[in-house]
């Protein structure tokens, strides 16, 4: 398979694909309006890796609902290659934190659901499909049902169905946390490896410090809610990355530096989270 172009289609090379600028989030409840995002402002440099860093509660999922033109903002401007976001995009791709794979159907159909949805034909995406599953390890297990695959399987299916129509943008809301240790560090790995082929611009959501310092380019720090952007660090690490950069004084450094700016950034014990908004169908994200 082909790697992908490096940089979205229709962004130049260095240049923003993501805006975001002055968003805000309220919600409105029966016992008055909740802000969830005060104020967030970033961009995101075409091919790169985000992170979005910070605890339960605090905005990160919000966040990347909007991008995903799944959530409205209630003030402010989001924009992909200039595009203001108002609703989804079929150039997106998503990952949520649990699987919602179709129990019924197989690894390598659930991979090619989406391409169902979107109406394109199906026997034009069947080997892309197998060669995602490929790619993240799942050689043999084409044909297994969810229910024969481990929980860290589940996620490379995922993986592999947010990838299946060559998506310029990856969204990832905590795609490992429900993953034990050992697997969520293997998936870490994998995850670097897949990108390094297909170059995906990508904005990953995590509470984990030593994750996102392992996976990104960029660590925004989000603040207690209503949130605000509070640090945006640059990982000083040298890609390809293996598990031996973990014990660099630059990881370490970079470890510290963002632990102190979460715990400085939530001081104050912040008010109960916001009801987390279900899981979407895949039917509405892709906007058909």
Request: net charge positive; proline share 8%.
């Amino acid at each position: 398979m082909a790697a992908a172009s490096a940089t979205p289609r229709d962004c130049t090379p260095g240049t923003p694909l993501i805006t975001v600028e002055h968003v805000r989030k309220t919600y409105e409840t029966r016992d008055g309006p909740v802000a969830a995002i005060a104020a967030a402002s970033f961009d995101v440099i075409a091919g790169s890796f985000v992170s979005l860093l910070g605890p339960s509660g605090c905005g990160k999922s919000t966040l990347l609902l909007m991008l995903a033109g799944l959530e409205q903002a209630t003030a402010g401007r989001l924009a992909i290659g200039g595009e203001p976001v108002t609703a989804p995009r079929r150039d997106i791709g998503i990952v949520f934190q649990d699987a919602t794979l179709l129990p019924w159907k197989s690894a390598l159909d659930n991979v090619l659901f989406p391409i169902k949805i979107l109406k394109r034909p199906i026997a034009d995406y069947r080997a892309r499909g197998a060669e995602l599953l490929d790619l993240v390890g799942l050689t043999g297990f084409h044909d297994k049902k969810p229910a024969q695959l481990s929980g860290g399987m589940r996620q490379r299916v995922a993986i592999c169905r947010a990838l299946i129509h060559d998506p310029d943008i990856l969204l990832m809301d905590e795609p490992f946390s429900a993953l034990d240790a050992i697997t969520r560090d293997q998936m870490n790995l994998l995850l670097t490896e897949l990108l390094e082929k297909l170059k995906k611009t990508v904005v990953f959501v995590t509470h984990s410090i030593r994750e996102a310092a392992f996976l990104s380019d960029r660590v925004l720090v989000m603040g207690s809610r209503p949130s605000t952007i509070t640090l945006d660090a640059t990982v000083p690490l040298a890609r390809p990355r293996s598990f031996a950069v973990e014990g660099s004084p630059a990881f370490n450094d970079l470890c510290a530096r963002l632990r102190r700016s979460i715990e400085a950034a939530h001081a104050a014990e912040p008010p109960p989270p916001v009801p987390a908004r279900p899981a979407l169908a895949l039917r509405e994200q892709f906007h058909v």
